[in-house]
């Protein structure tokens, strides 16, 4: 039991000793690599002018169905009770039919933004497995899951430069 104890401690002590040598751990923003890489601005720029055009295409169409939806209130007492119902069963048509487009074009953007992120990442795990290989670094953490460390432990701005080397465009359409 005594000699069971003493390897225990001494491969404790063995653990913490590799611990604090363990220099070859960094980290690097991944949300700065993402959102200031040439690829990642080029990405957003294009969601972002194609949620503005979707976005006041819908509008529009939601303004031409209210407008609609005036109209036939307007004329109720006119029209006869038919004629009316038919009026608003191709109304309530249209606004399914314009409900149906809102979520179809959100959900879109949201895989296409999804898809982007994807690509980025497909693209960047080449670059860090090559530039960990080339420094002899055996660990690379994300900078959220990271309390403190040395600023020089820091690999974000070396790897976005390599990253905007490599990566010119995700080309999304």
């Known amino acids: 039991m005594r ?51 979707g976005d006041k295409k ?46 179809n074009f959100t959900t879109a953007i949201a895989t296409q933004r999804a898809e982007a992120r994807n690509n980025l990442l497909k693209a960047l795990n080449p670059i860090l497995t090559k530039y960990m290989s080339e420094n002899n670094i055996q660990i690379i953490i994300d900078k959220k899951y990271v309390i403190m460390a040395n600023s020089k432990t820091d690999l974000t701005g070396k790897i976005l430069e390599i990253l905007n080397k490599e990566l010119k465009s995700l080309n999304l359409k």
């Open 3 to 53: 000699c069971l104890k003493i390897i225990f401690f001494v491969l404790l002590i063995l653990n913490f000793y590799n611990l604090s040598f363990a220099e070859e751990t960094y980290f690097i923003d991944m949300n700065k690599l993402l959102n200031q890489s040439k690829a990642g601005k080029e990405a957003q720029e294009f969601l972002k002018k194609k949620i503005i055009t």
């Open 58 to 103: 819908l509008k529009e169409e939601g303004a031409s169905l209210k407008k609609e939806e005036i109209d036939l209130i307007a004329k109720k007492k006119t029209l006869s009770t038919d004629e009316y119902k038919k009026t608003l069963n191709q109304l309530r048509k249209k606004n399914v039919e314009f409900q149906r487009k809102r979520v």
